[in-house]
């Protein structure tokens, strides 16, 4: 399994090896995406990828960690596994069922209700007011994120409540015999007992939100430049590399780049997974 | 004689003569442009009865059309945009059209109907180029003296995957404006500096659907089937022409096919009734088969549908090649493979 893993990143490496030589370091860099000229850069859809998996595990994370304490905490015992195994049911729903109900269903409603309202409300304020300027088109890297967000949802929700659910009992016993309330309890003694699950629970939704494909694809707005609003449309590498390559010959630098795209995105995950480690590591030490 | 052995005896003589037919069909396999692939389905199943020849045609881009016959894997290769002469003499290919089909733009706009909406081609260059912004434009305004056209921001969408049809929309637009050629150019997919990218026509379609104030473009014939709000457009005679049956057919008869692999300027063209924007698509032939019979079957399908599959493509919405480039096209069978 490692080796066809290592031997994957080599060929996706290789393949796209003139287009590292093309452009050079300037290829991460460039936000320029040119297929007509030959100029290809991978800046827009590195920033496409990293701001819409990020800001779907910021909206993702607090629900989740909602759902799981309700789940496990409050609500009535013959309810948590019809509810729960509704949640993991969620996982189930294949990706283009959520790109299609994003496209047809969430894009219109936040191009007609939200957006315009965000936008002349928000929109005009000091300091994050760039963040939501532009047109309503619905469609864009908010969306993206949105979509993203609920799709990963079962996951981080399915292995808190399983971690949370693992606390042993007389830990919890003897916390509220100090008197402790139930979010004391969560908060002092399950979050801390299970926090290397719970992050690996994240990683797991964060790592499906940096590969999503399609469901990004349809609302995403597959735009090839950078724009400050999240409102704008913006691209993501595995959206841009599945609707390029049906179109790119074989030997072109157009084929080499979506490659190095590949590879590009292979990175990113290990980084972002070998950057968790490392940061939960520094933590149970002190 | 028991139920069971008739029940057999009866299936057995009902698929039988079936499978002896299938065995007999002559396959041919050809891959490629998405955009022809209804028309290319339709005759393969008209033609199958008539021919004896099963054609196995996957529309999968015109991109990959072009690699797989590079490659040989399939009998013919179809593409949307044509290649150079230079470029079918290394791969030993010929290169002929079989349907043209037309482009039309798309619009929602409040209160405006059908073909009411009147555009020039300079101005939907400087629209794409995110240049002209708000409906009420002067310029647009200017056009449109009968409408009331509201202060309502433009947002353009666009196939964001690389497409036939992005290739012949940003032909025309360049053919138009020396600045969208010199800013944008010309390929299978491009980046604009303004507007929304979707996903195949029903993307760009569901888009301008969604969006107030939203221009796209889309086949002809998806835009009626999905009864979407076109516009009149000027052409080069300087008269705004309806997307319409009429118009396309002028444009089709006005090209001038003598070039090398048939690859017909058909963008703009002069004649007062001509529709602008009108694309052939294209099929490629190895001149070197590496079967020979099946590259006569690929030549015996196609000859069929020249003669035989024009009303079939009218039902479809394309526009079917005027008759003196189906014979052209066979002239040039001729030339490189004989009789």
């Not at chain 1, 972002?272 to 030490?285: H, P």
């Not at chain 2, 020249?306 to 052209?328: C, D, M, Q, R, W």
Request: aromatic share 10%; net charge neutral.
């Amino acid at each position: 399994m490692l080796i066809l893993l290592g031997a994957l990143i080599i060929e996706l490496f290789i393949a796209g090896l003139p287009a590292f030589r093309a452009f050079g370091v300037a290829f991460v860099t460039s936000t320029d995406w040119d297929p007509v000229r030959e100029a290809f850069g991978a800046g827009v859809s590195i920033y496409g990828t990293i701001v819409t998996a990020v800001l779907a595990i910021l909206l993702a994370v607090p629900l989740a960690f909602g759902v799981a304490f309700f789940l496990t905490e409050l609500a009535p015992p013959w309810a948590r596994r019809p509810l729960g195994t509704a949640i993991e049911l969620l996982a189930a729903v294949p990706s283009i069922i959520y790109g299609m109900w994003g496209f047809f269903v969430i894009a219109p409603a936040f191009a007609q209700n939200i957006q315009p309202w965000i936008i002349e409300n928000i929109g005009e304020l000091p300091l994050i007011g760039f963040l939501f300027q532009g047109a309503p088109f619905g469609t864009g890297l908010f969306t993206a994120a949105f979509i993203l967000a609920i799709m990963i949802l079962p996951f981080i929700a399915a292995t808190m409540r399983d971690v949370f659910d693992q606390v042993p009992p007389v830990f919890k016993e003897s916390a509220y015999g100090l008197g402790a309330t139930k979010w004391e309890v969560m908060k002092g003694v399950v979050l801390p007992y299970t926090r290397i699950s719970v992050v690996g629970g994240i990683m797991l939704g964060l790592g499906r939100a940096l590969g999503e494909t399609m469901a990004v694809t349809f609302v995403i707005g597959n735009a090839n430049r950078i724009s400050t609003s999240l409102f704008g449309p913006g691209n993501t590498i595995a959206s841009l590399v599945a609707l390029e390559f049906g179109e790119s010959e074989i030997g072109s630098l157009k084929l080499a780049s979506l490659l190095a795209l590949g590879f590009i995105l292979f990175l990113l995950s290990f980084v972002v997974l070998a950057t968790s480690r490392y940061l939960l590591r520094s933590r149970l030490k002190v | 004689m028991d139920r069971r052995s008739f029940l057999l005896g009866a299936s057995a003589a009902l698929t039988l003569p079936a499978f002896g037919a299938h065995a007999q069909a002559a396959q041919i396999t050809g891959a490629g442009a998405t955009f022809p692939n209804p028309i290319y389905q339709k005759w393969a199943e008209a033609a199958r009865g008539a021919t004896g020849i099963q054609v196995n045609y996957q529309s999968v881009g015109s991109g990959a059309g072009i690699n797989q016959i590079r490659n040989r894997t399939v009998d013919f290769g179809a593409t949307d945009a044509p290649l150079n002469a230079e470029q079918l003499a290394t791969g030993n290919l010929l290169q002929f059209p079989t349907v043209m089909g037309s482009l039309v733009a798309i619009v929602n706009i409040p209160g405006i109907a059908e073909d009411q909406l009147k555009l020039t081609g300079p101005l939907l260059a400087d629209i794409y180029l995110g240049k002209i912004t708000r409906w009420n434009d002067p310029q647009i305004v200017a056009l449109n003296p009968g409408l009331t056209l509201p202060s309502l921001a433009i947002a353009p969408a666009y196939r964001a995957d690389g497409s036939g049809t992005t290739f012949v929309w940003v032909s025309y637009l360049s053919a138009v404006s020396p600045e969208f050629k010199e800013k944008v150019g010309v390929g299978t997919s491009v980046r604009f500096p303004a507007g929304t990218g979707a996903r195949g026509n029903e993307g760009v379609a569901g888009t301008v659907r969604n969006v107030r104030g939203a221009i796209g473009y889309v086949e002809n014939a998806y835009a009626i089937t999905n009864k979407l709000v076109t516009t009149q457009i000027r052409n080069k005679a300087g008269n705004f022409v309806k997307p319409e049956h009429k118009s396309f057919m002028a444009a089709a008869s006005a090209a001038d096919w003598s070039v090398p692999g048939f690859a017909a300027n058909v963008i703009d063209q002069a004649g007062a009734d001509s529709w602008p924007i009108v694309a052939p698509t294209f099929i490629l032939l190895p001149t070197n088969p590496t079967d020979a019979a099946r590259s006569a079957n690929v030549r015996r399908f196609f000859d069929w549908c020249f003669t035989n599959g024009s009303k079939l493509a009218e039902e479809l919405e394309y526009i079917p090649l005027p008759e003196s480039v189906h014979n052209a096209v066979r002239g040039a069978w001729r030339q490189s493979f004989g009789a």
